[in-house]
């Protein structure tokens, strides 16, 4: 199994994976998806401005827009594998991340799964939801608030 590391920031995320294989492991067994500079291996649609990077973070501000990973690590198809976001939101912040997609241009991923990244936006799926197979109304985090998403797939 391997693992993933991902950052967002209105979310602000940091990223990491672990997945099965002899992929650039750290000594945690940690793979970092995002180089903490660019967003190179990394695709996005519509609205590209809603991404940057700052101070060594994935910040996330602006219209619906959807980020892609499509480097080289397991070429970006992943079974079998964990990854964990460190994220933070602002207040009325609303994200997610997926997975078991494929790039789209634009809308709403057609293919995947949503890890909900909410803790205070008006939809009522918080963070800990799968969206819409296993949502959770509870708030375990708080914005401007440092905590970690964790998604661990089998199959």
């Given at each position: ?72 690590v397991q070429q970006h198809n992943f079974k079998n594998f964990e ?73």
């Open positions: 199994m391997q693992r993933l590391i991902l950052f967002f920031a209105i979310c602000i995320f940091a990223l990491s994976c672990k997945t099965p294989g002899k992929a650039q492991q750290g000594p945690d067994g940690w793979i970092s998806l995002f180089d903490s500079k660019t967003l190179n291996n990394w695709k996005v649609g519509d609205n590209a401005s809603t991404f940057s990077v700052e101070d060594g973070k994935l910040v996330v501000n602006g219209p619906r827009a959807h980020l892609f990973y499509q480097g080289d990854f964990k976001a460190d994220v933070m939101t602002t207040p009325g912040s609303n994200a997610g991340i997926y997975f078991h997609t494929v790039y789209q241009a634009d809308g709403w991923p057609g293919k995947g799964y949503e890890a909900q990244v909410n803790n205070s936006h008006t939809d009522w799926r918080r963070s800990g939801s799968l969206y819409s197979f296993s949502d959770v109304r509870e708030v375990y985090a708080k914005d401007n608030e440092w905590y970690t998403e964790y998604i661990k797939v089998e199959g």
